[in-house]
Protein backbone atom coordinates (compact mmCIF):
# COMPACT_ATOMS: atom_id res chain seq x y z
CA UNK A 1 0.00 0.00 0.00
CA UNK A 2 1.08 3.58 -0.53
CA UNK A 3 0.69 6.39 2.05
CA UNK A 4 0.56 10.25 1.74
CA UNK A 5 0.85 12.47 4.32
CA UNK A 6 0.64 15.71 4.09
CA UNK A 7 2.23 18.67 6.26
CA UNK A 8 2.64 22.56 6.65
CA UNK A 9 -0.95 23.94 6.57
CA UNK A 10 -1.89 26.42 9.07
CA UNK A 11 -3.62 30.10 9.52
CA UNK A 12 -1.71 33.13 7.85
CA UNK A 13 -2.67 36.42 7.14
CA UNK A 14 -3.51 37.70 3.32
CA UNK A 15 -0.33 38.32 1.32
CA UNK A 16 1.05 35.79 3.38
CA UNK A 17 2.98 32.03 2.97
CA UNK A 18 2.99 29.47 3.25
CA UNK A 19 4.48 25.83 1.92
CA UNK A 20 3.26 22.49 1.88
CA UNK A 21 4.44 18.96 1.75
CA UNK A 22 3.59 15.50 0.63
CA UNK A 23 5.55 12.86 1.72
CA UNK A 24 4.59 9.06 0.43
CA UNK A 25 5.96 5.78 1.79
CA UNK A 26 4.93 2.46 2.31
CA UNK A 27 5.68 -0.06 -1.04
CA UNK A 28 6.60 2.27 -4.17
CA UNK A 29 8.03 0.69 -7.40
CA UNK A 30 6.80 4.70 -9.51
CA UNK A 31 5.57 7.43 -9.07
CA UNK A 32 3.78 9.07 -11.73
CA UNK A 33 1.52 12.46 -11.70
CA UNK A 34 1.74 14.06 -8.40
CA UNK A 35 -0.94 16.70 -7.48
CA UNK A 36 -2.63 19.07 -5.48
CA UNK A 37 -6.07 19.48 -4.90
CA UNK A 38 -8.35 21.57 -2.09
CA UNK A 39 -11.51 21.69 -1.29
CA UNK A 40 -13.48 25.05 0.37
CA UNK A 41 -16.33 24.36 2.58
CA UNK A 42 -19.40 23.83 0.30
CA UNK A 43 -17.76 23.34 -2.78
CA UNK A 44 -16.35 20.86 -5.04
CA UNK A 45 -12.81 19.84 -4.74
CA UNK A 46 -10.55 21.41 -7.47
CA UNK A 47 -7.33 20.76 -8.99
CA UNK A 48 -4.38 22.94 -7.93
CA UNK A 49 -1.55 21.64 -9.32
CA UNK A 50 0.09 19.26 -11.16
CA UNK A 51 3.55 17.87 -11.50
CA UNK A 52 5.02 15.09 -13.71
CA UNK A 53 8.11 12.81 -12.70
CA UNK A 54 9.63 14.24 -14.75
CA UNK A 55 9.17 17.61 -14.08
CA UNK A 56 6.55 19.09 -16.08
CA UNK A 57 4.00 21.27 -14.39
CA UNK A 58 0.74 22.70 -14.85
CA UNK A 59 -1.61 25.28 -12.39
CA UNK A 60 -5.12 26.36 -11.86
CA UNK A 61 -5.52 30.05 -13.43
CA UNK A 62 -6.65 30.83 -10.17
CA UNK A 63 -3.72 30.20 -8.63
CA UNK A 64 -1.20 30.65 -11.38
CA UNK A 65 1.90 32.99 -10.69
CA UNK A 66 1.24 32.25 -6.84
CA UNK A 67 1.68 28.82 -6.39
CA UNK A 68 4.66 26.99 -7.27
CA UNK A 69 4.11 22.92 -7.02
CA UNK A 70 7.59 21.13 -6.90
CA UNK A 71 8.65 17.35 -6.04
CA UNK A 72 11.74 15.09 -4.77
CA UNK A 73 12.03 12.13 -6.37
CA UNK A 74 14.26 10.48 -4.22
CA UNK A 75 12.29 11.61 -0.87
CA UNK A 76 8.51 10.90 -3.13
CA UNK A 77 7.69 14.48 -1.87
CA UNK A 78 5.92 16.75 -3.65
CA UNK A 79 5.93 20.37 -2.49
CA UNK A 80 3.57 23.30 -2.51
CA UNK A 81 5.20 26.82 -1.96
CA UNK A 82 1.77 29.22 -1.81
CA UNK A 83 2.39 33.02 -2.06
CA UNK A 84 0.10 35.91 -1.91
CA UNK A 85 -2.45 34.05 -0.39
CA UNK A 86 -6.00 35.38 -0.17
CA UNK A 87 -8.61 34.42 2.12
CA UNK A 88 -10.08 32.56 -1.21
CA UNK A 89 -7.57 30.09 -0.97
CA UNK A 90 -8.79 28.86 2.32
CA UNK A 91 -9.70 25.02 2.17
CA UNK A 92 -8.43 21.57 3.07
CA UNK A 93 -5.47 20.53 0.78
CA UNK A 94 -4.97 17.17 -0.59
CA UNK A 95 -2.26 15.23 -1.86
CA UNK A 96 -2.84 12.94 -4.86
CA UNK A 97 -0.43 10.32 -6.60
CA UNK A 98 -0.63 7.85 -9.35
CA UNK A 99 1.78 5.35 -8.32
CA UNK A 100 3.01 1.55 -8.94
CA UNK A 101 3.76 -0.83 -6.23
CA UNK A 102 5.73 -2.86 -8.01
CA UNK A 103 7.32 -3.09 -11.61
CA UNK A 104 4.04 -4.89 -12.93
CA UNK A 105 1.62 -3.34 -10.85
CA UNK A 106 -1.63 -1.20 -12.33
CA UNK A 107 -0.66 1.93 -11.23
CA UNK A 108 -2.96 3.37 -8.53
CA UNK A 109 -4.40 6.55 -7.19
CA UNK A 110 -3.74 7.82 -3.94
CA UNK A 111 -4.62 10.06 -1.98
CA UNK A 112 -3.50 12.10 1.80
CA UNK A 113 -6.28 12.99 4.54
CA UNK A 114 -5.83 16.89 3.73
CA UNK A 115 -4.33 19.31 5.52
CA UNK A 116 -6.64 22.77 6.27
CA UNK A 117 -5.42 26.26 4.74
CA UNK A 118 -6.86 28.98 6.52
CA UNK A 119 -6.11 32.62 5.11
CA UNK A 120 -7.47 35.56 7.17
CA UNK A 121 -8.43 38.63 5.68
Known amino acids: QVQLVESGGGLVQAGGSLRLSCAAS????????MAWYRQAPGKERELVAT???????NYADSVKGRFTISRDNAKNTVYLQMTSLKPEDTAVYYC???????????????WGQGTQVTVSS
Open 96 to 110: RAAARRWRYDNEYVY
Open 51 to 57: ITNGGST
Open 26 to 33: GTIFSINV
